[in-house]
């Protein structure tokens, strides 16, 4: 095992499933917009959220991967140190993000199987459903999934802007942590 000392940046595994989600997430984002804007029914708007739902389904299976990974992984440290205050912020935001990044998915899922919008994984499986139709589950997991989207956006905004303030103001090597091609020891 490596010595927590000397690491300079998180686990390979770790980088690669943060790159991975992130792009599957701005993807779906981008096609939950897109088909919330189309006319009900519209074949487009049909094939969007079917898409949308099987990044959605993807996502919450990779999150619990890249937690369980979080958990196995040393966590390099900040060099230089994080003030106090900076370092919470940080903590507070990425445990915000893990939840969000659990409960979105959760609800759309319930949503689309509560609401009896049952769909295929990438066209290939039908999604199990593990809840029963439920007017009022729906609408409510309909609401929750709207509310948790602005959250998101609001957060992963947060999560870049930090970023780019890491790497372009204040020159630490905080973006590096995760960069996909950081070396993994110091």
Do not use: C
């Not at 390979?12 to 943060?18: V, Y």
């Not at 969000?100 to 609401?115: I, Q, T």
Request: hydrophobic share 55%; no cysteine.
């Amino acid at each position: 095992m490596a010595d927590p000392r000397n690491l300079s940046a998180y686990a390979a595994p770790l980088r690669a499933l943060h790159w991975l989600m992130a792009a599957i997430i701005f993807t779906a984002i981008g096609l939950g917009v897109s088909a919330i804007n189309l006319p009900r029914g519209a074949p487009l708007r049909v094939e969007l959220l079917e898409l949308h739902k099987s990044l959605g389904v993807t996502a919450l299976a990779l999150v619990v991967l890249r937690l369980a990974v979080r958990l196995l992984s040393r966590t390099p440290p900040y060099r230089p140190p994080l003030g106090r205050l900076n370092h919470l912020a940080a903590s507070a935001a990425h445990g915000l993000i893990y939840v969000v990044m659990f409960a979105m998915p959760l609800s759309g899922y319930v949503h689309s199987m509560a609401g009896k919008h049952g769909f295929r994984w990438f066209g290939l499986f039908p999604v199990p459903s593990f809840v029963a139709p439920s007017e009022i589950a729906d609408v409510g997991a309909g609401k929750a999934h709207y509310a948790l989207a602005i959250l998101l956006g609001a957060l992963l905004t947060a999560h870049v802007l930090a970023a780019i303030w890491h790497a372009r103001v204040r020159r630490d090597a905080v973006f590096q942590r995760m960069w996909p091609a950081a070396p993994a020891r110091g």
